[in-house]
């Protein structure tokens, strides 16, 4: 497939990585039918490590295998499948060269104790397995905040010497932070921000409310009308330098479809780069799945 | 001996691994007399560390010779032999090349203040005995879990550079776990999976009860007849990547003999790929353990 | 451009130091409309990892874009331009070899819990960004002082060895310190001088009060009229060993023009080698900027 | 010398090491008095780390000088010196080839705050010495079990990979064991076998009491007479491996010398290999201490 | 100038040495008025680091320039000088081949909240400056000494291998030690001993006054009369190998030139290797300093 104008006005931007790096990044911009685009749409599976087996897997059985998921991402035609070592290891070969694969280096789990956590992969086993990226967890606010940054800014200098991309959850949590500020635009907008500061390629983060936590940043805030999500995801880009690293955001707990869709809509509007979606596809039968994918597809695609 | 079919369903799900460490773990499954079965018994003999050298073979003097062990899993015709560092060293010359063994790379202690392990061996000593594969305890739930996950991932990466399998012992304790909760079903399930996800090859777990500790797995139980340990085992084994990775059993205390074998029926009801058995058979006279794993080979190979 | 004498009889001082640290060195004494002075002045936008992007950025919004503070400071004719691993990345290609970049090693954020900073890069990020320096923020009197020295003296030690010059801010806070201590001349002066003891470059500390805080120290002050800011920074550039070693001065918050250019004259007047300033001039629209930074630059060259 | 059947023996038990490692334990076994029979006493000084100079040695003056214990452990016919760093390093040269060296690894001091004990040397210092072993002291029982552990797993794994051996030192203390329960026989038989675990060639414990420290061990010892020290040693050696491994019993605090030949009987009528014994030497005149060594000879030999 | 048979018969004792590090040795017994004599006077300048610039220097101002203390040493005809980081930087170069250095490799300063100090070189940065030893200093009795232990054995053996010699800093403090205790004859023993233990060639302590703070030395100095400062160097002597590794004494804060040069008789009388003499001479005035330096050269030369 040739490169498009659009995405290679979107790697034009990671002006400092190699070509390796770029064309890892070029693979999930190229795959899938929103290839091309600029836009993305990415299945990530670690609920298993987040919630364990049966929460995750019970309501849609077929779910249990890794093998389900990997052929969910081709089939629905997304960007690319993120998921813990063991889930791609499982896949890796079957669907070699099928999907681009994003090996997440780090997960917590319902017991965890405290706001950190463990790192399960190397950048050697994303070489090993043929992923295209490493993905990261960091929670701003949070206790183990800079221990989190050391790590994967260690991993994240490894990967780009090898040419692998790097895509970093930002999640807010803990410290200071109250419940409702967990998802305040101000402190989203924050953590998207340091996510691009400690070099990330892909920067995922939750959509925004339009609650302003933090006293200092209320005079930024203040005078504009937040009310609108897309708005909100605006800001978002914008604190990710201007728009220049691509931003995509998670959908959330499962929820009722149109809610995803709106999500969705309001992602586009507001100039974000997709979604990464997971509980809502892999938690419905697989022809429902598809066929809300298929919708979230023509979505970014400006076809609804 | 060639490869049977139902070795090579088994060795098929390793997709991402090097035919070295497929060829360890097929040394294991083609290995005394369930070997080519896919199913396998193996002898641990940490009692030592965990209970100390009075407690583990005072009952049965012969036991504190480290060949002993060696001699019993060979003579008994089992799939292999895991123990610690000096255990190991004691008999590998004498017995290379006539058992496989699995060399336990952490070990507790009865005077552990902490829910957590120490490590006592390397991957280079597993290479310098021969061994087939490094064995690993985690405790999800404890303190120190993101610890011995981070251990774990290490030892694993670098096991499987070099060929050699790896085996994870995943046990639930400490933290908000209640007694009862560290044998409950969702928990077990739980382990297991994370055993799988940070990419252990063998997955080691005890058998589960039918308590169903997390309220928030609740649902996910709730409506199914978890009564019968075989449906218990069948659980375990689906939330191990629905079958594409190796589970065994622990026996647990050493009991009754009856118990022993009915445990062995339900694991291979349920789908289970076999016991690891330790205490039962060397805290019994040769000839009783003997005996005893005579009827356990046959229950695995649908004897009775 | 010729070396002129003033820049030669600097480098003279870093007498230990290889000719390719020179060379970097002498990269930013010799940029700009300063060049060749032996001052400099320094564009450092570490704000959004500090403070957030908003409060950093909403006041002048083209600020948002990295490729912004770059232009800004070739534009003013400034001596180098500093900032963390992701602004640089976002520019390095761009702007390669039109300003001598400062690569910031470690960063804080506003819901940071101890008085530290996490490292976000390294000299192998400055080397291929082809960083003419690297910066690091200690904080003397901290709980993480210790933490922190050992850090910047692995970082110095390997930036040394390829080349790579080393600045270091030297902000004093915490442990028994008051505010006012935080910037009282004993402790500022003593600041600077550890930052020189451990190797740096560069020194970059804050505009002394009068006050002093240590009761030890109250004997080695009295008798002097400290009450003149230009004989303050005599004698913190007294205590960065007689002179031999850079030493520039930070703003602070943003304020007053007026109050800017008095500092400026100060450290002019008292032998110190220039400014270190971020808010007041990017938040301020450009053209205002480039007016605040080209009055600077004629304080400096002594024309005002 | 001709290798005797009694070395050849031990040494076949030390079945998986290198024959750079047999041979170091080969030349400690065939050194002096009691070279060939299989039994040892070794020389350590390690009292000046534990007590202070004073206390060690101001009793017997010329014991300052390191090159006094080199010496006596050559003139008694000993098999072996055994001291920190520096005293190895004080007479590494002059006595090259005379005696075999440990190097001990690891000390603790009279102010030590934790049960723990700093590294004080390494492998690569063995290798210069020209030394035959490495020392290391584990606490079993204590909170820094684990660290200990891991520690000699290292140093221990690179020894045995330059052809090294490795004396363990367990002294049980700390966290529940009671001051009796240190020297309990269930207890001491425990370290004991733990030291074997890890990897040790040489294990060197106290002389255990007939005492029973752990509620879970009683039954394993109940119905047998330990009254006799005879027997508490061959529970050791039994317990070690079943006598597969070397264990040495150290001597105490220097004692009246009658006490101290009644314990070498004991040791060598349990099927012990020998005394680790220094206090009892030193701190006596040279004239005695040579006496009562040769005394020890002689009991080991059976002559008397 | 040829070796004198006094240097000679230092130079034997560190018999484990390379030929390298026994050239640094000799390179500062050979240097300066003292040189060939067996004493040595080193000037040590870290005070800057520990109290401060303005404390250390304002008393003397041409102090505050590296330089001068460089000069100061070499007018003076000392052996050596001894100086963190930085101040050795500042005049590597200018003074190259005219003194020996010595890299003081950790340093304290006014606001450690703990008993520790700060790493802030490295043996690397010793070869890099052509320094003849590296400088470290532990505190026996605090709760940072094993920490303090392990680094100098990594720095010590690396040095070594290098061919660069090592100087202990051995100050007991924190812990149970009483402050008189700190200065106890028992205590100085005890560290000094120690200092030796770890593997130092030139051991560094106060001189201690005649309290005795540990219970359990009191019998061990007993019924000897300890008021005479010059018996108590020469048992620091003996506590140091029996003499055969270098020992030199610390003189303190600033004070009378009279109480200095009794020290030194003392020292020289006791058999002590020198001095380590700082803020006496850099805080008068530089004549006077020459003038003090010159009166100890001749005390230790026995000239008066």
Chains 1, 2, 3, 4, 5 share one sequence.
């Not at 050391?150 to 419940?179: C, F, Q």
């Not at 609650?211 to 009310?227: C, N, V």
Request: hydrophobic share 40%; proline share 4%; net charge negative.
């Amino acid at each position: 497939m040739t490169m498009t104008a659009a995405v290679k006005a979107i790697l034009a931007n990671y002006e400092s990585d190699s070509p390796g790096t770029k064309a890892n990044l070029a693979r999930i911009l190229m795959q899938g039918r929103l290839g091309g685009t600029g836009k993305m749409i990415i299945l990530p599976v670690d609920q298993g490590f987040e919630h364990g087996p049966a929460r995750s897997f019970a309501v849609n059985e077929p779910a249990y295998d890794p093998h389900y998921h990997f052929q969910l991402a081709i089939d629905a035609g997304l960007n690319a499948y993120a998921a813990p070592l063991g889930m791609i290891e499982a896949g890796a070969d079957t669907f070699a060269g099928q999907i681009p694969t994003i090996l997440k280096l780090n997960s917590s789990n319902s017991w965890a104790m405290t706001r950190d956590q463990a790192v399960t992969g190397s950048v050697d086993d994303a070489l090993r397995l043929g992923c295209a990226a490493i993905g990261f967890t960091i929670y701003p606010g949070s206790e183990s905040f800079f221990d989190l940054v050391e790590e994967i800014r260690e991993l994240s200098l490894e990967a780009k010497s090898v040419g692998i991309a790097t895509v970093i959850w930002s999640y807010p949590r803990g410290g200071d932070l109250s419940k409702e500020g967990e998802l305040a635009l101000d402190v989203g907008a924050y953590a998207a921000h340091m996510a691009a500061l400690i070099g990330a390629h892909i920067i995922k983060v939750k959509l925004p409310s339009d609650h302003i936590e933090q006293k200092d940043a209320q005079k930024a805030y203040e005078g504009t009308d937040w009310s609108k999500q897309s708005d909100r995801v605006r800001h978002v880009v914008k604190c990710c330098f201007n728009g220049r690293r691509i931003v995509v955001f998670s959908g959330g707990a499962a929820k009722g479809a149109d809610a995803v869709f709106q999500d969705a809509r309001d992602i586009r509007d507001g100039g974000g780069n997709g979604s990464i979606i997971g509980r809502n596809p892999f938690q419905r039968p697989r022809e429902e799945a598809l066929a809300m994918l298929d919708r979230l597809v023509r979505i970014y695609k400006g076809e609804e």
